[in-house]
Structure formats: C-alpha cells, structure tokens
T-cell receptor, first 113, second 111 residues
C-alpha cells in the first residue's frame, strides 16, 4: 500500500512565478491536509480538504494561495506570484474519514530565488 | 499560553540511555494524543497514538498520558543513533479534525 505521495520533491521558482504542489493521498483516504514548515519550526496548518470540498482554509494566506482536491486526481496547492518568504517545506497528510491519525508525505521543498 | 508546549531541545543523550520526551497542554477537552518522528528533510512519521490515560507500549517506545496533569510523554528504551530525529507531539480535541502541534524536540543519540 503506497503511502502519501508528493511531487515534485524539490521546486525552484523565481519571484513572481507560480508554484504547483501535488499530493496523492493514501489509498482509501478521502481527507487531505496541507502544512507548511519553516526551518527549525513546527508544522503550521494551512488547509483541510475532502473530495471537491474545502473544509477549512483558515491557515492559508488569503492572497496568492489556493488549494483543490478534485474528484479525480491529486490535491493541488497553488501559490501564485511567489515571494522569497514562501520558501519552505510543504507537507501533505491524509486520513480516512472519521479517523484522527494523519499520515504524511515526504514534502515538497520550495525555494524562491 | 500556547495550547501545546514542547521543549525544542536539543536533547543529547548517550546510546543505550532511556529518553523521555514531553508535552504539556492547556485544554482538558483534548482527547487524542499522537507522537510523530521527523528525520531531517523528511515528512513526519506517526509513531504512537493514544486515547486514554495510561501507558501504551510498542517495542522500545512507550507513550504515556496523564490527563489529570495535562501531560504526555514518549519514552524510548535502549536508544540508538538511528533514533536521532525531531519528535513532535500532536493533540486532537476529538470534536474536530484539527491537530494542535508541539514545536518538536530535537533528539540526538551519541554513539
């Protein structure tokens, strides 16, 4: 049973470009969570999605950031017009319905130059 | 006061020692307690998940919850250099999906 998959693992973007981060949850998991982690800091919740629904995006900046989890395909975290402060590791986690444990992917490390 | 407090360390111990990692929390409504291990530049890995007060053991790892003191611990017996990682506690109230995360404790096991 494959775990949570994220790609790309490393992404370099120039300021002003767009970044697209993909997450495929574990088989049977319909809930996806996105987190951001800065060096030497803990995980910061960004958004919680179920298939075709954003349940909670309270941790996501109001501008430039968006997320989706379509009926088919991976969840996408999209950052438009990236700035240097967006450089971080972005982790996706998934869980089955009504289960508290979240299983994490390996992360995407975004570097904005 | 943060909802979950965790000493960031680093905590450095010799190989073979018993390690104690701890978190305190402020909300007595919290019900579910998890410990994750994160190696450098990797995603967090779920280690232990507990619901009630008391101990839960899995190999060299023991998770302990004391709800009366709002204190959770992770013990590692016979520690090994491969245990060197950051250990994060995560807590859920049970009424919604959001996990409240500790900042993580960096553990270093010296050979």
């Amino acid at each position: 049973n494959a775990g949570v998959m994220q790609n790309p693992r490393h992404l370099v973007r120039r300021r002003g470009q767009e970044a697209r981060l993909r997450c495929s949850p574990m088989k049977g998991h319909s809930h996806v969570y996105w987190y951001r982690q800065l060096p030497e800091e803990g995980l910061k919740f960004m958004v919680y999605l179920q298939k075709e629904n954003i349940i909670d995006e309270s941790g996501m900046p109001k501008e430039r950031f968006s997320a989706e989890f379509p009926k088919e395909g991976p969840s996408i975290l999209r950052i438009q017009q990236v700035v240097r402060g967006d450089s971080a590791a972005y982790f996706c986690a998934s869980s089955p319905p009504s289960v508290d444990e979240q299983y994490f992917g390996p992360g995407t490390r975004l570097t904005v130059t | 006061q943060k909802e979950v407090e965790q000493d960031p360390g680093p905590l450095s111990v010799p190989e073979g020692a018993i390690v104690s990692l701890n978190c305190t929390y402020s909300n007595s409504a919290f019900q579910y307690f998890m410990w994750y291990r994160q190696y450098s530049r990797k995603g967090p890995e779920l280690l232990m998940y507990t619901y009630s007060s008391g101990n839960k053991e899995d190999g060299r790892f023991t998770a302990q919850v004391d709800k009366s003191s709002k204190y959770i611990s992770l013990f590692i017996r016979d520690s090994q250099p491969s245990d060197s990682a950051t250990y994060l506690c995560a807590i859920n109230s049970g009424s919604n999906y959001q996990l409240i995360w500790g900042a993580g404790t960096k553990l270093i096991i010296k050979p």
